[in-house]
């Protein structure tokens, strides 16, 4: 059984359940694996979490929203 996994900030319920749709659809297009095979986990983590570079992720969003 295939397995999607993304890795993501906070997503809103129904931006989750168009990734699922979308990642399933694509990947059995490309793969000719049945959709029913696949499997999509979504693991969320805070955005204060995440670093890029050497510098938080949240203070990187900061500073490109402001200007």
Known sequence: MP???IE???IAKEKK???IRILTRAASEITGVPESSYTV???EF????WG????PLDEIL?????G
């Open 3 to 5: 397995n999607i996994v």
């Open 41 to 43: 986990l979504i693991k």
């Open 62 to 66: 900061k500073r490109l929203n402001n």
């Open 52 to 55: 890029i570079g050497g510098e």
């Open 46 to 49: 805070p955005i204060d979490n």
């Open 8 to 10: 993501s900030g906070n």
């Open 17 to 19: 359940n168009d990734l």
